[in-house]
């Protein structure tokens, strides 16, 4: 019975973690093409994934391609890779409706500060970077860390693209980012968007959300069967 009980346990753990999807090669400070991570800082749970795309979003029309890394730093050496860490190497960014860019996956083991940038060129300079429960502000955040490194957190690095609104409605960039970031309960990456302070270089968008929902969705009904498992252990 007690091995029967691990594996309920088991099973509802995995089916209640998120994934963060993170867009590469999207400036956060304009939603658009360019050097940068978009969202910029997530904050995600022990046994959480982030799932990383070199995917541009369909709302962008004939983009840019350009080359970028997602390669795991310290924040005492910032824009240098971490001996050990996660790197993807250099990848090239490819239209979401092509589906022919690569996308990689990393479980996060904790709640410790990680930070992820750019080894391409001078990238990590120009705000490349990605802070993974890192501070909002302040030290440790992902403004300090690419002033550490000699940067420019509020770089533009938009490079030249045609984009069509979804809905006529959201007519730009800021518009659209300020409507995903609107708060949500049932989001755990919506209030950490609406927690970024205006002048940290983030953008507020739509791909901070976990996709699919998967702790909202996935939880009850493995819950369910967690019941029935767990009821049935206990006749036995």
Known sequence: MNTQLLTVF???????????????????????????????????????TITFSWLIPSYIQNPATGTYSVTQGTYDAPCK??????????????????????????????DKPLYFFSSVDDQCKKGMVLGVNSPASG???VESYILAAGGNPNADTTTNATTTPAAPSSTNTTSASNTSASKNNTSPSST?????????????????????????????????????????????
């Open 10 to 48: 088991a099973l509802v753990g995995v089916a209640m973690a998120s994934d963060f999807r993170v867009t590469v090669g999207i400036s956060q400070i304009t939603g658009q093409v360019g050097t940068g991570l978009d969202p910029n800082r997530i904050v995600p749970a022990a046994g959480d």
């Open 192 to 236: 950490t968007a609406s927690k970024q302070p205006a002048n940290s270089g983030s953008t507020n968008s739509s791909s901070a959300k976990p996709q699919g929902s998967t702790a909202n969705t996935v939880a009850p009904q493995s819950l369910l069967t967690a019941a029935g498992v767990l009821s049935a252990a206990l006749f036995l």
């Open 139 to 141: 030290p440790g955040s």
């Open 81 to 110: 890779p971490m001996a050990g860490g996660f790197d993807s190497g250099p990848k090239t960014t490819g239209p979401e409706s092509a589906g022919q860019a690569p996308t990689m996956t990393f479980q996060v083991k904790d």
